[in-house]
Nanobody, 124 residues
Framework: QVQLVESGGGLVQAGGSLRLSCAVS????????MGWFRQAPGKEREFVAT????????YYEDSVKGRFTISVDNAKNTVSLQMDSLKPEDTAVYYC?????????????????WGQGTQVTVSS
């Protein structure tokens, strides 16, 4: 059974950086790729970024392109999200999630396993 544990959230000023990590245990062939989603108060959960375990394919939500970088470390079974030039509108709970091959990468319902989330707060 796949389990995901996020870490690295916190409070940062606008323009600052944070690095989120997701530790993956029990990984199987059914875990083709990983994604990061976020949910702000009163809003729906939204896609942020995704990467395949091979590291070869990545996609980003338009508002984070050029500021966020998603990466994997196969040796450590971790997925990271480096967030630079943070803005107050990036404030949300960030979730790590796993999906299988062929699933739509931006659709949260296609991810079969989720972490507990980590809070990111960006002050202006």
């Amino acid at each position: 059974q796949v389990q995901l544990v996020e870490s690295g959230g916190g409070l940062v000023q606008a323009g600052g950086s944070l690095r989120l990590s997701c530790a993956v245990s029990g990984r199987t062939f059914g875990t083709y790729a990983m994604g990061w989603f976020r949910q702000a108060p009163g809003k729906e959960r939204e896609f942020v970024a995704t990467v395949t375990w091979s590291g070869g394919i990545t996609y980003y939500e338009d508002s984070v392109k050029g500021r966020f970088t998603i990466s994997v470390d196969n040796a450590k079974n971790t997925v990271s999200l480096q967030m630079d030039s943070l803005k107050p509108e990036d404030t949300a709970v960030y979730y790590c999630a796993a999906r299988g091959l062929g699933e739509t990468y931006y659709d949260a319902s296609k991810y079969h396993t989720w972490g507990q989330g980590t809070q990111v707060t960006v002050s202006s």
